[in-house]
């Protein structure tokens, strides 16, 4: 079944840089979009293609193509594995690792597509928010850490918003072992100063950062 060891190696090596550019830990965004940012190089280009995106799928290409020369038959259902391998390892992995062997804040799980934020006026100059942010801590010690939150792409209102809500960050937070919990922030922001300011809304899958000493994640 196997022709060419040499040619399956080279295949094996492309297919885990591929997953490794996608590895979505420690951070939300994958691996190979962080790498890109410490080097300061733009993630996109202006056309707004996802550099990382597509030299991850080049890479993964080029390692279905090293697997089919490699192998005397089979060709279709090997490539059809290792597509879904290449998808579903890195996900799998950074839960696995968070599960069972992460600690800190690096066992802190975060439902960024449940976090919300909710607006609304309490008083004619006085903007009351109100956010929710579901975490987990899987290990099994208790995990001190502080939150704040990260701005979302919108217009200058919502900015000011998350500028506002992160005048008193960061929030302080305790997760005991195992706990899974929904914390909430909840501020009354004065809106006198702001033209045209928001006066009722809901932002969601809202992003945030949390800190434990040097150790930084961004979920």
Request: glycine share 6%; hydrophobic share 40%.
């Amino acid at each position: 079944m196997i022709k060419n060891k040499r040619l399956l190696y080279i295949s094996f090596v492309f297919m885990v840089v591929s997953m490794a550019l996608n590895f979505p830990f420690p951070n939300a965004s994958p691996y190979g979009e962080e790498m890109v940012s410490v080097l300061d190089r733009s993630v996109e280009t202006v056309n707004g293609l996802n550099v990382v995106g597509l030299t991850s799928l080049g890479v993964l290409i080029a390692g279905l193509y090293f697997l089919v020369q490699s192998l005397g038959k089979y060709h279709a259902r090997f490539v059809i594995l290792a597509c879904l391998v290449s998808m579903l390892a890195p996900h799998y992995l950074a839960n696995s690792f968070q599960k069972h062997f992460a600690t800190g804040i690096y066992a802190i799980s975060y439902k960024s597509d449940k976090g919300n934020c909710h607006f609304e006026m309490a008083k004619k100059t006085t903007l009351h928010a109100v956010c929710k942010l579901p975490l987990i801590n899987y290990s099994q010690k208790d995990v001190r850490f502080t939150v704040e939150l990260r701005e979302k792409n919108g217009d200058n209102d919502i900015k000011k918003m998350f500028s506002l809500l992160n005048a008193n960050a960061p929030y302080d937070v305790m997760l005991r072992a195992g706990e899974s919990k929904s914390i909430k922030i909840e501020r009354d922001i004065d809106v006198s100063h702001i033209k045209n300011h928001l006066e009722s809304g809901e932002l969601t899958s809202v992003n945030i950062i949390i800190k434990s000493g040097k150790k930084t994640r961004k979920l």
